[in-house]
DNA sequence: ACATAAATTTGGACAATGTCCAAATAAAAT
DNA sequence: ATTTTATTTGGACATTGTCCAAATTTATGT
């Protein structure tokens, strides 16, 4: 593996174990035995090497499709549920993220419009699926604020389980947050709609 | 104004204003013309002065007290904006709760405290609600659901807020995500219910 | 009023952090 | 083989939170 390779995948393995505030240049160089800036070299600032890691992030999530012509509440949250994995294997970011969007300019800007495209994707996927006679939502003020709570739910979830769900394993936790983004859905889900939620639920 | 206090209060506008990662000890010493260790002498670490700022909101935020008997979607909801008011004084911390639980002891142990006593209050306030007729739960597990998605609420949003919601002034951020938890609660209003609803989204 | 004790304030040191740069080494190209 | 490019290195810098002995101020007892 070439240098900059074995520095991306130690930093985010260390970052992923302590935190990205609490792992230093020096303790990844020396962890990899190499010096200092030789990880400079690659990578001018700390920023630099965590913006590469949320790139990454991006590109693994990118990699998931949805068919929003097709899209049924299982697709719907089965899609979810990669995501979450995804932010499992990411969690050092995610754990920092206020944090990031705060100090760190390359990811806050480009999260500017990752986030835009988030709620659309999401708002035209609630749309499809009242149309697919899954949900039944008269009042299109109710698909935003659906739009609002499941976007908060997906950015937070994992600080809240960091916190509050740490006895549970990370199966268990994206069980937890599926099933509550799948209740908050639940009370505007039509006959079939109800059918499949029950279906996933029981498949986690 | 007494030393320790004049600390404490410049600490907070200035951790508020940059966020607490940001302002160093002699930033904060040098704007108040005192020294570091003069700081050091009322809170022997960054940690102590922090953890004083979490025990004044702890205590802010145990003046306000709901009496759960007579209890109304109302008082709810207007119990949430009283918090959400503290929490935009005491915004530093908010920012930086995921850090400050791994981090800071002293806070992180309180805070499993404060935890429970939040959600179990919540908990007994919304069956309080569904005796007295403002909701209708027959499933004792669509409770568990609304206290944690609301729990996960009332903890993030401000961080949500301070990435997505800046260009909303602090009022109307307020408005919105008491709206979005009264929009949950919203599929479990009786009628009673839906008109308070009606009128405490009005009245924000 | 004076001497003693306690509380407060100070300056300077420490190790750790991210960043930077000139020089040394290794690899590639001509 | 020589030049050019890519990679790696050691040492410096300013900044951070923390710490401590000494100086100063304030309070207390006689």
Not at 137 to 143: L, Q
Not at 180 to 195: D, E, N, Q, W
């Amino acid at each position: 593996m070439k240098t900059e390779e074995k520095i991306v995948s130690k930093a985010l393995e260390m970052y992923n174990e302590k935190g990205i505030e609490y792992v230093g240049m020096r303790e990844l160089a020396a962890t990899l035995n190499i010096r200092v800036s030789n990880i400079t070299y690659y990578f001018p600032t700390k920023d630099h090497l965590v913006n590469r890691l949320s790139l990454d992030l991006n590109q693994l999530n990118s990699q998931i499709v949805i068919d929003n012509e097709n899209i049924t509440i299982e697709s719907f949250l089965l899609n979810f549920k990669k995501i979450f994995q995804n932010h499992i294997k990411y969690r050092c970011l995610l754990l920092s993220f206020v944090h990031l969007m705060e100090q760190n300019k390359m990811i806050s800007v480009r999260y500017k419009q990752t986030e835009h495209d988030r709620s659309t994707t999401l708002r035209s996927n609630l749309k499809t699926l009242v149309k697919a006679g899954y949900l039944n939502i008269e009042d299109e003020k109710n698909i935003e604020i659906l739009v609002s709570a499941i976007a908060l739910i997906a950015r937070f979830w994992i600080s809240e389980a960091a916190v509050s769900l740490r006895h549970l394993k990370q199966d268990g936790q994206i069980r937890h947050y599926i099933t509550l983004i799948g209740c908050i859905l639940s009370p505007y889900l039509t006959l079939k709609g109800r059918g499949q939620l029950e279906k996933v639920l029981n498949g986690l």
